[in-house]
Nanobody, 115 residues
Framework: QVQLVESGGGLVQPGGSLRLSCAAS????????MTWARQAPGKGLEWVAT???????RYADPVKGRFTIARDNAKNTLYLQMNSLKPEDTAVYYC?????????RGQGTQVTVSS
C-alpha cells in the first residue's frame, strides 16, 4: 500500500529556508510523477509543484523562483527546498502521488513562517 511520510517542517522567520522531505514506499516511486501541495489555515488544498522526471518540473506562480522540487529515486524520497519564505507560505505541506492534488498523500508537515 502507498505510504508517504513528510518531514522537515517547522517554524522559520520570514526570509528563511526549509527543506521538506517525503519518504515514499509501496509503489513504483521512480516511475511516478510526484507533487507537493499545501493547505493554509481556512483554505483549500493548493498545488505547489510537480516533478515529471529527474529534470523536468513545474511550479505554481506564488513559489516560482523560491522553491525547488527534487527527487532521489535511489532513496525513494521527494524533496522541496523552500527559500525566501514568506508568511503566506504558512501551511501544512503534503506530497502527493501523481500530477495533481487528488492522489494519495501523506499526513503532511507543518510549515510556519513568522517573526
Amino acid at each position: 500500500q502507498v505510504q508517504l511520510v513528510e518531514s522537515g517542517g517547522g517554524l522559520v522567520q520570514p526570509g528563511g529556508s526549509l527543506r521538506l522531505s517525503c519518504a515514499a514506499s509501496g509503489f513504483s516511486f521512480s516511475s511516478s510523477f510526484m507533487t507537493w501541495a499545501r493547505q493554509a489555515p481556512g483554505k483549500g488544498l493548493e498545488w505547489v509543484a510537480t516533478m515529471y522526471n529527474s529534470n523536468s518540473a513545474r511550479y505554481a506562480d506564488p513559489v516560482k523562483g523560491r522553491f525547488t522540487i527534487a527527487r532521489d529515486n535511489a532513496k525513494n524520497t521527494l524533496y522541496l527546498q523552500m527559500n525566501s519564505l514568506k508568511p503566506e507560505d504558512t501551511a501544512v505541506y503534503y506530497c502527493v502521488v501523481g500530477i495533481g492534488i487528488t492522489g494519495e498523500r501523506g499526513q503532511g508537515t507543518q510549515v510556519t513562517v513568522s517573526s
